[in-house]
């Protein structure tokens, strides 16, 4: 059985020193690494990028992560290797300056992103629409009504958990 190995890297020179040390060291096959960076890539293609790395079978929250490391100019490199060299892949990507994604999405959140980029916060709603039911009995607001003591998520609210 094979497992998909991932590591976001901050320099293109380290995750091109990783794919190399796989080639040579561990004899992983050049169809099994891929690196996926974001540099030069005109706007209308980019929605193609990102549905690239669709294949990569990772939880959503972890594939945005790696989407918004990649924006910022970072390099993705994925491994698709034998289980038995799992851990040492993960060992050769850590030893080769691989980023330590929870700390940096950490970073990210302080800074206001989001790591779920189809949530809807208040400030994102326009000003003159109403996405609330029952919006013209509130005299047309854009803002839905949320009673701070329950609060509801959901589409139009505005909230999230």
Do not use: C
């Not at 990569?56 to 992560?65: G, I, Q, T, V, Y």
């Not at 970072?74 to 691989?98: I, K, M, Q, W």
């Not at 809807?120 to 029952?134: H, K, Q």
């Amino acid at each position: 059985m094979s497992r998909i190995i991932s590591a976001l890297f901050d320099k293109r020179d380290e995750a091109e020193a990783v794919a190399t040390h796989l080639r040579v060291h561990d004899h992983i096959a050049p169809e099994n690494i891929e690196m996926h960076v974001l540099k030069g890539t005109p706007s209308g293609e980019e929605r193609g990028f990102w549905a690239s790395l669709g294949h990569l079978l990772m939880p959503d929250a972890e594939r945005w992560a790696y989407e918004e490391g990649i924006r910022r100019g970072g390099t993705l490199v994925t491994a698709n290797v034998d289980d038995s060299l799992a851990d040492h892949v993960v060992a050769v990507f850590s030893n080769h300056g691989a980023v330590d994604l929870e700390s940096r999405m950490a970073s990210w959140r302080e800074e206001g992103w989001q790591d779920d980029p189809t949530a809807i916060s208040e400030a994102d709603l326009p000003a003159n629409t109403s996405f609330a039911v029952g919006a013209a009995k509130m005299g047309g607001t854009g803002v839905p009504m949320v009673d701070p003591e329950n609060p509801v998520t959901g589409p139009g609210s505005g909230l999230r958990r």
